[in-house]
Structure formats: C-alpha cells, structure tokens
C-alpha cells in the first residue's frame, strides 16, 4: 500500500512559481510511475503531468506544457512539479499519485494511489 503526502502549495502571485513536493511511503518507489492532477472549483478532476518509472519520459497536459515540470527522486522516494508562469487558471487543489502501471497516463482511474491534496491559489 502506497501512502502519498502532498506539501508545497500556498498562496501566489499571476506570474509566479511554486515547488509542490509528493513524499511516498510503503512501496519500492523505483517501481511507482507518479503523477498529478488537480481539481478546481466546480470542475472536474484533470490530469496535470506523470513520469516514468525510471524517471525517463515526463508526460504534460497541453496547457501545463513549458510551464511546469515534473521530477522525481528515488533516493529521497520523492516527486515534484515545479511550477513556474502560473495564472489565476492555475488555481486548484493539487494531487500526487501513482500507479504501477497506467495504460493511459493521462486517465484519472489509471492511479491507483491518491494523495489528500494540497491548495494553490494563484490571484491576479
């Protein structure tokens, strides 16, 4: 069973940047394929980015795509999306996951572990 905490968000200004960090637990971590996605008020759950096992292949939604970046690191079983231009669009709760082995890295049923989220707020 894999545990997943969220840490990072906050409050930003239009244009500016935040780091949100996704601490794992009780899994082998090399062998996780991570992501994010976020939710904003009264939409639905969207897909954010998600990277390989082996940290090799980083997937984007087109809207995130130059923007935000998404890392991991094995030796602290850790993963990150650095986010930087952000807009008041951006504003969402924003959620860590994982997976074994997603067949769409992109479908929100594909993760079979969430985190609780953490708040982004972005204000123009």
């Known amino acids: 069973q894999v545990q997943l905490v969220e840490s990072g968000g906050g409050l930003v200004q239009a244009g500016g940047s935040l780091r949100l960090s996704c601490a794992a637990s009780?899994?082998?971590?090399?062998?996780?394929?991570m992501g994010w996605f976020r939710q904003a008020p009264g939409k639905e759950r969207e897909f954010v980015a998600a990277i390989s096992w082996s940290g090799s292949s980083t997937y984007y939604a087109g809207s995130m795509k130059g923007r935000f970046t998404i890392a991991r690191d094995d030796a602290k079983n850790a993963a990150y999306l650095q986010m930087s231009s952000l807009k008041p669009e951006d504003t969402a709760v924003y959620y860590c996951?994982?997976?074994?082995?997603?067949?769409?890295?992109?479908?929100?049923?594909?993760?079979?572990?969430w985190g609780l989220g953490t708040q982004v707020t972005v204000s123009s």
């Open positions: 996951v994982a997976s074994i082995r997603p067949r769409t890295v992109w479908s929100l049923s594909e993760y079979n572990y």
């Open positions: 009780g899994g082998t971590f090399s062998n996780i394929f």
